[in-house]
């Protein structure tokens, strides 16, 4: 059965609480440093360069030098200029009054900008003195002409700014990709004096000024020195300062959404430890109460000795607790508790499932902050000098955010699905919340992976048409990026909720290789940055390789003598449809506690690498399993001080752990078939991944109602077995539901016997739905039935179930409702709950729900 959950100590809560929340701080650290620490190299790139056709990055194969100067940015992809530059509206003469919508009001004092902005204009046209197919940084490193026109441009709009970085930074460009031929200090342009100190202000003002229709494709071949126009200036500036702008709300957004992550694992551990803290003071209070161990009480109801509670419901009203837990009982009722629409939680909706209302809200709450920055943060204007047009410029724009916060949620997407995840640990969640995180940070993800994608489409094919976009998948990034796209897409479509269902191992198999394919495609498509952006895929690796650190550790921690196989054996009773499977853990470095799950891996064939969860049933000796269990077993109780389990051929092992599985198909069909071929138990080689699961503080109640189904009943055998005699627990009652009767006579034989023999406080009402089962005993004539079981036919009232315990525990006592078992039940003991929340009869009830979803 998929419920695991696993109990511990409010002293251990303490310890592990310190040192992961140290492991905690490490890991976010690792992920900030992903996703921020380029981003401060660029943000750092891009007030240095501001242009983005002033850096000058490799070429990758399949794509030539003066493509890729031309195309990409400094940081992000930059833009294409292999098309018109002249804004539509653009004036063809200087006249400062007719800016038309070109020229919008807005302030262009940033020298720095201005220094950009005249590289980039001056830089757009073709000069005598240098050949026609020369890069950019050929042309600014090697033309007189254009470099006199820049120092021109830089004295007529920057106020001197040639004195200062931006002709430095131009320079230290040309040292570095000029001409090879040439020493690098031949490179550097002419000092600022040399080209210009010739030119008074008349014969400034007599050159000729560059107008926008000059940089139209082709450009104008010039021959002389030339200043650009005050519209053409104003285009190139108001263009990089719209490039600047989107490209750090680009980078903003992309580390939002680590943020926000971070702000909802501090909210868990908040609520943890304000957990701790109230128990801890629950505790204080109560010592000044007489509370009886579990096995010493009355077995008819919670309210035996009505004047001690009279005292503790006196004591309970007036206490600060109980003020202070008046709010907590709304946000149970309407936020943390009910199902996120009307009444299905569990339950699946066909080819879907939806998480409760907190989860819901959570997952909510990103998906509207991830729609959000994507679609806003822009500027734009008609003028633009690498898009004329504003919805060119959206495309553009949109494709780049999508694309930058789509790869920026990876780490949270590999950190939210693995197994050994350290947030488990610090906010006390169960696996399940944090899968479905997982899997919603993915979708998102995928997402804005195929807008980007679809965008970028969009922008290749339109002047050239699907011949050019044909082309661009023969280089190396554009077709790495796409494989990235589509893989993930297939991750999306083949983790619906039906494909992890029913052909688990399909899907496992699935996901792993698309994983990889996603991260290795991603590697390829940011190669273009020579690393710089290689971080994130590098910190989803380093999640997975320490998951699987952990996983080894685990493994080694539970059989430290790995060179000898641990076998277990496993019995099955084809009446009951229950494969029984006891695992010895005498080598085991630490004692294995009821109510924990482990990972099994069968290594008995070539599917070794599977391995599925099972819920601890018991621990400690078990019944020497020499013949299989049968219908017409006694239910005496069995002598556990000196039984031993005995695998054929081997030494008998007193120390055990004994997992009940229900099988099905795939795994558990395969190990239900190895148990019936056997004769005696037969011996199956193991792995041992474990232990998993928080288990809730049941000893903190008084009374505890189990409703649970089939194999569920795992939960409450492990929850009683390893409940300790200190507990506050007044009365425990499991409704178990099952379909056959034979398998509720083998466990109640097995499991139950000593737990119900002696102990007046469980009481056990058994539920065969069918009734008529082939092979099950007639109901009236079970024998040895112990007094606190009952035997009852069809289906059980769950909300009457749950109503009954509400109006049987006294006031001031707290009563936890825990479902296990089909979908339907859970959810009619979760409804049933949050109803009776709103009672003011209720007194303090808590619902716990242990499952296990892919």
Not at 229 to 242: F, H, P, W
């Amino acid at each position: 059965m998929d419920q695991r959950k696993s109990s511990s100590s409010s002293s251990r809560e303490r310890g592990w609480m310190t040192s992961s929340t140290c492991l905690l701080w490490i890991l976010l650290a690792v992920c900030w440093t992903g996703v921020t620490a380029d981003v401060q190299q660029q943000q750092q790139r891009v007030e240095s360069l501001g242009s983005p056709v002033d850096g000058w990055l490799e070429v990758p194969d399949g794509l030539t030098a003066s493509d890729l100067s031309d195309l990409f940015s400094p940081s992000f992809l930059s833009l294409p200029l292999s098309h018109q530059l002249r804004p539509r509206n653009a004036p063809d003469d200087d006249d400062e009054d007719d800016d038309g919508e070109t020229l919008r009001p807005r302030p262009r004092s940033d020298r720095a900008r201005c220094s950009d902005a005249c590289q980039m204009v001056v830089g757009a046209v073709a000069y005598v003195d240098v050949a026609p197919a020369s890069r950019r940084v050929q042309k600014a490193c090697g033309s007189r002409l254009l470099q006199t026109s820049l120092y021109l441009c830089l004295r007529v709009y920057c106020a001197g700014y040639h004195e200062a970085a931006g002709i430095e930074r131009l320079n230290r460009t040309c040292a570095t990709v000029g001409d090879s031929s040439r020493q690098p200090e031949q490179n550097v342009l002419p000092p600022y004096h040399d080209l210009v100190s010739g030119y008074s202000d008349e014969d400034v003002a007599q050159l000729r000024r560059l107008q926008p229709s000059d940089v139209d494709f082709p450009p104008a071949n010039i021959s002389e020195a030339v200043v650009p126009s005050e519209a053409l200036y104003r285009n190139g500036y108001d263009t990089l300062d719209d490039w600047l702008y989107v490209h750090k709300h680009h980078l903003a957004y992309s580390t939002m959404m680590l943020l926000f992550w971070m702000v909802v694992v501090i909210v868990g551990i908040s609520c943890r430890m304000a957990a701790v803290v109230k128990r801890a003071a629950r505790r204080i209070v109560a010592r000044s109460t007489d509370y009886q161990p579990l096995a010493g009480r009355a077995a008819d109801g919670l309210d035996a000795d009505a004047d001690a509670d009279a005292d503790e419901a006196a004591l309970a009203k007036s206490s600060p607790l109980a003020v202070a837990g008046r709010p907590g009982i709304w946000l149970r009722r309407y936020v943390t508790l009910p199902a996120a629409f009307g009444y299905r939680c569990a339950q699946d909706f066909g080819w879907y499932t939806v998480p409760p209302r907190v989860q819901s809200l959570t997952i909510a709450v990103f998906v509207a902050i991830n729609v959000l920055s994507c679609v806003q943060g822009y500027q734009t204007f008609s003028g633009n000098m690498y898009y004329p047009l504003v919805h060119e410029q959206l495309l553009r724009y949109v494709s780049d955010r999508t694309g930058i916060v789509s790869y920026a949620n990876f780490p949270l997407i590999w950190l939210f699905g693995m197994r050994n995840n350290v947030l488990l640990w610090l906010t006390g969640w169960d696996f399940g919340t944090f899968n479905n995180f997982h899997r919603w940070v993915a979708r998102v993800a995928t997402v804005q992976a195929i807008i980007h994608s679809i965008g970028y489409t969009l922008l290749m094919c339109r002047n050239d048409g699907l011949a050019a976009f044909v082309e661009w998948w023969a280089i190396f990034f554009w077709w790495t990026g796409g494989v990235a796209t589509i893989s993930m897409s297939l991750l999306l479509g083949f983790s619906l909720y039906w494909m992890r269902r029913h052909v688990y191992e399909a899907f496992l198999v699935l996901h792993i290789v698309l994983s990889i394919l996603v991260l290795a495609g991603m590697l390829g498509h940011v190669s273009i940055f020579h690393g710089r952006f290689d971080g994130l895929v590098w910190t989803c690796t380093a999640v997975w390789l320490a998951d699987r650190v952990l996983r080894s550790l685990r493994i080694l921690a539970f059989h430290p003598r790995f060179w000898h196989v641990v076998r277990a054996a496993a019995t099955y009773d084809a009446q009951s449809n229950l494969v029984r499977l006891v695992v010895p853990y005498s080598t085991s470095l630490y004692q294995p506690r009821p109510g924990t799950f482990y990972y099994l891996h069968v290594l008995d064939g070539w599917r070794f690498w599977e391995s599925h969860p099972f819920t601890v049933a018991s621990v400690g000796g078990e019944a020497e399993p020499d013949a299989k269990p049968g219908p017409s077993s006694s239910f005496s109780a069995l002598d556990d001080s000196s039984a031993t389990i005995r695998v054929a051929g081997h030494t008998p092992y007193p120390s055990t752990m004994t997992f009940l599985v229900r099988p099905y198909d795939g795994f558990t069909a395969r190990l239900r078939d190895k148990a019936a071929t056997a004769f005696i138990p037969a011996s199956l080689p193991v792995l041992v991944d474990g232990p998993y699961g928080h288990a809730p503080p049941l000893a903190t109640f008084d009374a505890v109602l189990f409703v649970v189904g089939g194999s569920g009943v795992v939960v409450p055998l492990s929850h009683l077995s390893g409940i300790g005699r200190a507990s506050r627990l007044r009365a425990v009652h499991v409704v178990w539901a099952a379909r056959e009767a034979a398998m509720t006579v083998d466990i109640i034989r097995t499991d139950f016997a000593g737990l119900l023999d002696g102990n007046s406080t469980v009481r056990l009402d058994v539920h065969i739905t069918s009734a008529d089962n082939s092979g099950s005993l007639p109901l009236p004539d079970i024998p040895d039935l112990p007094r606190q079981a009952r035997l009852l036919v069809g289906r059980p009232d769950v909300r009457g179930e749950v109503e009954c315990a509400v109006k049987n525990i006294a006031p001031g006592c707290r009563l936890a409702v825990v479902a296990c078992g089909p979908a339907r039940m859970a959810d009619d003991a979760r409804r049933a709950v949050v109803d009776l929340l709103g009672s003011p009869t209720c007194g303090h009830v808590e619902y716990f729900e242990e499952s296990f979803q892919w």
